[in-house]
């Protein structure tokens, strides 16, 4: 494997793992709230088929993000209200979540386009492009470090840069603010957070908005960004994998930031080589393809008794009287 064959594979990997990353950092505001999300997946979904909606429409991508987030962030208004102040099982409302998710995407397809659930491909202005970095095309052949700067870091959508951007934020909002701490507080010990004067439910609910914009901007990437297009059940189960990554993580953004880059990279050495020849065997295309799920179930199965969630997660709030 030469050196411009394993800088494809990591320029594939990093746009294969931004979705998966906005994802993660999503559940990751919800779930350090006590809020636990299996309503990633339907709110991407959803997102993914608002942006590209709107995008093809009207051929502005904008317009199409700002479609995807409203989309997403009426699902965590439903999830919200449904787990927040009906206090209902969280994990049943994020299941309901994914499949109204699931078939309302279709039925609007069908009903708006008539391509069976599919949009119209985007082209041209309709889709984010990449942007090439200052310098990037005057250093390109720099020995490595040009190639790495100019092939690797540049030419990427705009969200791209924004994901990245976002793991920084995340830690400095979460870590180093007061907003921060309250929302750890709240996933942790709802009722000291209560006693302080600090209302449990606006904090919550504030955690599902932030759940909502991030699952719209790694939908709209979906969509206008990695794809041309929505086209039924486009996300594949990477809200599953975001959480699978998340635990992985341990809650934690730095760790979630290369939790989701091995998933990306698995799944773009999938793409890459369908069938692996290692020599003595050949590894099959549907094994490769499945590697990704592969690991969530490994994740699941390994991580899950050791990396310890919020404590106060999964639990609805009752204000003591």
């Avoid at 299996?38 to 088929?49: Q, R």
């Avoid at 708006?112 to 200052?134: D, K, Y």
């Avoid at 791209?160 to 603010?177: G, I």
């Avoid at 969509?223 to 635990?247: N, P, Q």
Wanted: glycine share 12%.
């Amino acid at each position: 494997m030469d050196f411009a064959t394993i800088i494809q594979i990591l320029d594939s990997a990093i746009r294969l793992m931004t979705p998966l990353l906005l994802a993660c950092l999503a559940g990751l505001y919800s779930e350090r709230s006590g809020v636990f999300d299996i309503g990633l997946e339907g709110k991407m979904l959803m997102a993914a088929f608002s942006s590209a909606a709107v995008a093809a429409v009207t051929g502005n991508p904008w317009l199409g993000l700002l479609a995807g987030i409203g989309g997403s962030m009426a699902l965590a208004a439903i999830h919200g209200i449904a787990s927040i102040t009906f206090r209902g099982n969280q994990l049943i409302a994020g299941v309901a979540i994914n499949f109204l998710a699931s078939g309302l995407t279709i039925l609007m397809g069908q009903r708006f386009f008539g391509l069976g659930g599919r949009t119209p491909s985007l082209t041209g202005e309709g889709r984010f492009g990449e942007i090439t970095l200052p310098l990037a095309d005057t250093l390109r052949n720099v020995p490595v470090l040009g190639r790495i700067y100019a092939d690797l870091i540049s030419g990427h959508s705009i969200l791209v840069y924004v994901a990245f951007a976002l793991v920084p934020l995340t830690w400095w909002v979460l870590f180093r603010t007061r907003f921060g701490l309250r929302l750890r507080a709240v996933g942790e010990n709802p009722a000291s957070v209560d006693t302080a004067g600090v209302s449990v439910t606006r904090l919550r609910f504030a955690a599902i908005a932030i759940c909502g914009i991030l699952c719209g901007l790694a939908g709209a990437y979906l969509a206008t960004g990695l794809s041309a297009g929505f086209v039924k059940e486009m996300t594949a189960g990477r809200g599953f994998i975001a959480l699978a990554a998340l635990i992985f993580a341990k809650w934690r953004p730095w760790a979630a930031l290369f939790s989701t880059f091995l998933f990306g990279l698995l799944e773009a050495i999938a793409n890459r080589y369908p069938d692996l020849d290692m020599g003595l065997i050949t590894v099959p295309s549907m094994f490769m393809n499945a590697l990704p799920y592969i690991l969530t179930v490994i994740i699941l199965a390994g991580f899950v008794g050791r990396a310890i969630p919020p404590r106060a997660g999964g639990e609805p709030y009752v204000k003591e009287r």
